[in-house]
């Protein structure tokens, strides 16, 4: 769907979409992304948990949302990465998060990750994230 890559603005923190360099739509800073390596993380429509957005915490800053049956591509340079996704649980009252560590390297330059919830009964709700092959993302 999206072959946007999404960052958070260095100068004003606003998380957006965009097709390359170019000028942060909130503030107008010129922002030049990490060429090294991509995580895409690909929210699968094939389990259950269809409505609530997740969210998305890189090194644990908030780069936005995914939502359902959605991908989405974050440039980053080489290094040491943990991703969590939280939704917020039936209540609405509080997060429930499911991390995953791995390292972006010229040898494993672009990350897959799929997630999901999947809903064994009511009020249980689970979030599961996942490495993933290239095969098993949504076709963008
Ligand atoms: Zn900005």
Redesign the pocket.
């Known amino acids: 769907m999206s072959k946007l890559l999404r960052f958070k ?6 998380v ?1 979409d965009v097709q390359g360099d170019g ?7 010129m ?1 030049t992304l990490p060429p090294d390596g991509v995580i895409q993380i690909y929210r699968m429509s094939s389990c259950g948990g269809i409505g609530r957005s997740m969210e998305i915490f890189l090194n644990g800053i908030r780069l936005g949302i995914l939502k359902y049956d959605d991908t989405i591509r974050i440039p980053v340079p080489y290094g040491h990465y943990s991703v969590l996704m939280k939704f917020l649980d039936h209540k609405l009252s509080k997060y429930k998060g499911v991390g995953l560590e791995f390292d972006v390297t010229p040898y494993n330059r672009i990350v897959y990750l799929k997630a999901a919830r999947v809903i064994p009964g009511y009020g249980t709700n689970t979030t599961i994230l996942e490495p993933a092959t290239a095969e098993e993302m949504r076709p963008l």
């Open positions: 603005c260095p100068n004003c923190g606003k957006q000028p942060c739509w909130k503030c107008h800073t922002v």
